[in-house]
Every structure is written in structure tokens, then in C-alpha cells.
T-cell receptor
Framework: DGGITQSPKYLFRKEGQNVTLSCEQN?????MYWYRQDPGQGLRLIYY???????QKGDIAEGYSVSREKKESFPLTVTSAQKNPTAFYLC????????????????FGSGTQLSVL | SQQGEEDPQALSIQEGENATMNCSYK?????LQWYRQNSGRGLVHLIL?????REKHSGRLRVTLDTSKKSSSLLITASRAADTASYFC????????????FGRGTSLIVHP
């Protein structure tokens, strides 16, 4: 079955520690995204990548880093510079639409809940 | 920045009733999408409506788009308890990077 796999489902971070959230897709999608969701809130864009070896900052990129070395994978690192990392993190992907860009529907993973110890 | 804003924030109805949620946005769009999220899970795409479309149907779902008012509505007919979830609209701007931007969502509770 094609889809997006996020791991782990739950993650705990100690102060001063960097942690990495995994996101893998086998949908052959060019574009991948990371969103953060706080309780009762909508999704806010952290980073996105529309092609391998290229990525762009979203609205709340500070304290986060990403890489896109393979089409299938888009890991997110929450660094110690992110002072309020507790949130639900969602990875998504979609295919490039006609005429370029990434306008089509998103496919989401099941999310990672990150908490601070 | 959150482009779309859903209204109401919360909606509680009885099974069998219709549920209507609205989404307003600020800038020109290429398309608007509706998603559903069950508690603690990822989002699931429901329906996409393009800027040159006015209405789309999918099963018990009906979506309308009024680009002159920059608003969309999602109607769920004959609601079931299993429809209990949060519903989000996402707008894809026209031009630029076409990155979907989400609103804060409507929390729907359908009582059996």
C-alpha cells in the first residue's frame, strides 16, 4: 500500500537535546511538507521541499532543520533552539500539479506527538 | 500566516441532521481543499474545488465556493456519529509556490 509513514508516534525530548522525526513516502511525490499543530489549533507550516536537495522555510522555521537527500524521505530535526517544541507534528506530500507548483491534494502521515521531559 | 478561517469553531448536532461549516480567506486562490482529522490522527483529504468551480459533491458532502466573497462552505448531509471529527479548509494561492495554508478548523460532534 502506498502512503506516508511517520515515526516514532510518540517522542520525548530532554532539555538541550536535538531530536529527529522521520517521514517516508512511497507515493513518488515530489513535494513534502512539515506542519506543526498545537492543541485546538490549525496547522502551521515549518518547512517544505518541492524537489530533492532543495527546501524552503515556512512560517515557523526557527528552531527546526530539515534535509531532502532522497525523494522518499524528509526528516525534521527539532533543535535545542526550539524552546517550545511540545506539539503534534504532521508530515505531508503531494504531486506536482499541471504547469508546475504543488497544488494538488495532500496526503498526510499519522503524526508524531513530541513532548518535553 | 493562516489564510483560511473556519466558522463555527465548534458544532454539536444530532445524528441525521445536516452540518454546515464555512471557510473565509483573504487572497486569490488556485483551489480550496477540505480535510478531516480524527483526534490524534493525520488529516484525510475530503474534496478539492478549483477557483473556476462553484459546487462539488462527493457522497454526503457538498462544497460550494464563492470567489467574489472569498468563502467556501462544506455541507455534510444526514450526519452520523462517525462524522465526529475536526474539519479544516486549506487554501492554495494562485501563483507563487502554491503552498496549502490551513485554517484553525471546526470541531464537529455528532450525537447518536
Amino acid at each position: 500500500d502506498g502512503g506516508i509513514t511517520q515515526s516514532p508516534k510518540y517522542l520525548f525530548r530532554k532539555e538541550g537535546q536535538n531530536v529527529t522525526l522521520s517521514c517516508e513516502q512511497n507515493l513518488n511525490h515530489d513535494a513534502m511538507y512539515w506542519y506543526r499543530q498545537d492543541p485546538g489549533q490549525g496547522l502551521r507550516l515549518i518547512y517544505y521541499s518541492q524537489i530533492v536537495n532543495d527546501f524552503q522555510k515556512g512560517d515557523i522555521a526557527e528552531g527546526y532543520s530539515v534535509s531532502r537527500e532522497k525523494k522518499e524521505s524528509f526528516p525534521l530535526t527539532v533543535t535545542s533552539a526550539q524552546k517550545n517544541p511540545t506539539a503534534f507534528y504532521l508530515c505531508a506530500s503531494n504531486r506536482r500539479g499541471q504547469g508546475g507548483g504543488s497544488r494538488e491534494k495532500l496526503f498526510f502521515g499519522s503524526g508524531t506527538q513530541l513532548s518535553v521531559l | 500566516s493562516q489564510q483560511g478561517e473556519e466558522d463555527p469553531q465548534a458544532l454539536s448536532i444530532q445524528e441525521g441532521e445536516n452540518a454546515t461549516m464555512n471557510c473565509s480567506y483573504k487572497t486569490s486562490i488556485n483551489n480550496l481543499q477540505w480535510y478531516r482529522q480524527n483526534s490524534g490522527r493525520g488529516l484525510v483529504h475530503l474534496i478539492l474545488i478549483r477557483s473556476n468551480e462553484r459546487e462539488k459533491h462527493s457522497g454526503r458532502l457538498r462544497v460550494t465556493l464563492d470567489t467574489s466573497k472569498k468563502s467556501s462552505s462544506l455541507l455534510i448531509t444526514a450526519s452520523r456519529a462517525a462524522d465526529t471529527a475536526s474539519y479544516f479548509c486549506a487554501t492554495v494561492p494562485s501563483g507563487g509556490s502554491y503552498i496549502p495554508t490551513f485554517g484553525r478548523g471546526t470541531s464537529l460532534i455528532v450525537h447518536p
